[in-house]
């Protein structure tokens, strides 16, 4: 990717400190009924070193622009993983609860620098031309990160116990400041913004208090104090929330919540995580405490569901790249509801497979859904302000992620109060779970049932995207590109180009291809509907020798081609054409920016795409069509002004 030997090792240094604060955040769940255990805390309390861990990362994250600004980033990023030593070292040192979770905020800290930083430092890193295959990369390896935490963690409880767990990420962390000392060089160049004092304040104890009041709401002898916590909890969150719109430059551009669309996606995004951070806290103790498995065993149940997940979120985002919202979220949905009843129905003699099963349905339906949803949010903000949504989104997800394990894992505490009378300590505990089970069905059920109801496209966004396209066509029939206007894909594309119709064959495909030197051409019903595309690759391929070796994964079989290369020309060229044409051909719409064609036929590796006008062929783009347009631009934009 154009990288030399110091930036490799940059890049190397880099993503193992984010995968290690990133896999500290989920790998603690297996640990936490032996903390429990040796640090004699309930359920309700234990929970506090995750959904603190959340909240506090919330609340620093928005921060990261204020300390990239003030710092060096070189500093930012060792200290941030020295202080993340740090904070290892003291929890497995802590002599109690209180001391374990403030190391746990203590590391919370460290993260919300770390992981913002690292993705900006890593864009600085790679050229221009390979960032977004290197960000496609990244995200797959963080994306695995919590997927592999939770199992490691439980090989290494069983084996070594929950304070050497910290103890490994400790030395891990120090190995790290030690390389990144040595390599990594500073990045300047960041602009400096001011740090409000108050909206961090009114953010933290809005915060604090409102989850201190729901984790405390099934405990309390007096209900009035809970319910006075979460009461000024959003008070405190309300006055945050109006004072950034007061700011020049807010800690979070809440206005984005304007967008209809936007404010769904955040909601119900934040509702998935709560539920999945939330299980991930509750699961270890149905499954050590209730069924009597190990530590081990409760991480490995969790695997299978967050490899899975993190697959089936790479292919929503395809399927809604090429499908639309709907179709993609209404299956996810329906996953998510299975799974969602499907934990209800937990016992105490449950197969640990079937657990396995429905926990890992559960999950694949959140992840399936997370990333079609989200881009379906962001897609409504005007680009100017998708950063801000993206930043209010991030810090969303980890309120929902804080607030929803309290609230989930509060529910435990029930189990006193619901199991029968003279119960023993199991039974209490499963009548426990199964509550914050039902409690965690509700919660997905009514997202599965927001999904169901607002996530689509209303008929008034349809006509209000469409006349904003017609405004777009109208404004590029007339001024200079780059001048009076923005350029558009009209401006470069061929009118001329050729293309063949249903129930043409290959060699009329070929005829048109020779005429016009061209390397592909579409192919239109006789409405001038794209129905697919044909390139010389697709005859290259049908013409080449198919012989080889292939494999079953257990024995190889070789096949050799029994047709020569005449016969097969010449049964190639009386094929109907769209028996080797592409059907899910990619076009633009005349209207469209050309930047996004320039992406697609880089990453794509394709020649040339279609341009349409509703839905109608109009003409083509390629990669010559670029570069002749991008020479009529220099020249139009080196005239002089009164040229």
């Known amino acids: 990717m154009g990288l030399t030997k110091q930036q490799k090792m940059m890049i190397a240094v880099l993503l193992s400190g984010t995968l290690l604060v990133v896999l500290n955040a989920t790998f603690l769940s297996p640990a936490l009924p032996h903390i429990m255990r040796d640090t004699g805390v309930d359920a309700t309390t234990v929970q506090w070193l995750t959904s603190a861990y959340s909240m506090v990362e919330a609340v620093i994250i928005p921060l990261n622009a204020f300390f990239i600004g003030r710092f060096s980033t070189r500093k930012l990023f060792i200290g941030g993983i020295a202080w993340f030593a740090v904070a290892s070292v003291v929890a497995a040192l802590a002599p109690n609860f209180g001391i374990l979770l403030l190391a746990r905020v203590m590391m919370a800290m460290a993260t919300g620098i770390i992981m913002p930083m690292v993705f900006t430092l890593i864009l600085l890193i790679f050229p221009r031309e390979s960032r977004g295959s290197a960000m496609g990369i990244v995200g797959l390896i963080i994306s695995f990160a919590p997927a592999i935490g939770p199992s490691l963690s439980g090989v290494l409880v069983d084996g070594v116990g929950w304070r050497m767990l910290f103890v ?280 599965a049932a927001g999904i169901f109801l607002f996530v689509r496209d209303t008929p008034k966004e349809r006509a209000e995207a469409e006349e904003k396209k017609a405004e777009r066509e109208t404004l590029c029939r007339t001024g200079v590109p780059g001048i009076d206007r923005p350029w558009a894909v009209s401006d470069m594309m061929n009118e001329q180009s050729p293309y063949v119709t249903v129930g043409a064959t290959v060699r009329d495909a070929i005829d048109a291809m020779r005429a016009t030197e061209t390397s592909g051409v579409p192919i239109v019903d006789p409405d001038r509907t794209i129905v697919g595309f044909v390139s010389d690759g697709d005859v290259l391929k049908y013409l080449s020798r198919q012989s080889g070796q292939y494999t079953d994964g257990t024995n190889f079989f070789t096949v050799m081609e029994s047709e020569s290369f005449l016969d097969r020309l010449h049964d190639l060229l009386d094929l109907d054409v769209m028996r080797i044409a592409t059907k899910n051909v990619v076009s633009f719409d005349v209207a469209d920016d050309p930047e996004d064609v320039f992406k697609t036929l880089a990453e794509k590796r394709i020649k040339k795409v279609p341009v349409t006008r509703d839905g109608k062929l109009v003409g083509c783009l390629s990669r010559r069509n670029v570069l002749n347009g991008l020479a009529t631009a220099e020249a139009q934009l080196s005239l002089p002004a009164d040229a």
């Open 168 to 447: 490994i990420v400790a030395v891990i962390a120090a190995i790290v400041v030690i390389f990144a000392s040595v390599s990594l060089k500073n990045f300047s160049g960041f602009e400096r913004v001011p740090f409000d004092a108050p909206s961090v304040a009114l953010l933290l104890s809005g915060m604090l208090s409102l989850l201190y009041g729901i984790s405390n709401a099934t405990t309390a002898a007096n209900p009035v104090e809970p319910a006075a916590l979460i009461a000024t909890g959003l008070v405190l969150l309300g006055l945050f929330a109006r004072r950034q719109t007061k700011l020049d430059v807010p800690l979070l551009r809440v206005q984005v919540l304007k967008s209809r669309r936007f404010r769904t996606a955040v909601i119900l995004i934040a509702l998935m995580q709560a539920a999945l951070i939330g299980s991930e806290v509750v699961l270890p103790l149905y499954v050590q405490q209730v069924m009597g498995n190990t530590a081990t065993v409760s991480g490995l149940l969790m695997l299978p569901g967050a490899v899975f997940g993190a697959v089936s979120g790479l292919i929503a985002g395809r399927l809604f790249d090429r499908k639309g919202v709907r179709g993609v979220v209404m299956f996810g949905a329906t996953l998510l509801a299975i799974g969602a009843v499907g934990v209800t129905t937990f016992n105490m003699g449950m197969d640990i497979i079937m657990v396995t099963v429905v926990y890992s349905i559960m999950a694949i339906g959140i992840q399936f859904l997370i990333t079609p949803i989200n881009t379906w949010g962001v897609n409504s903000l005007d680009n100017q302000v998708v950063q801000h949504g993206n930043a209010l989104a991030s810090t969303t997800n980890q309120v929902g992620a804080s607030f929803g394990t309290a609230f989930i894992v509060s529910l435990t505490a029930l189990g006193s109060a619901f199991a029968p009378a003279g119960a023993d300590a199991t039974t209490v505990t499963f009548t426990g779970v199964h509550i914050a089970f039902i409690g965690m069905c509700a919660v997905l059920l009514i997202v």
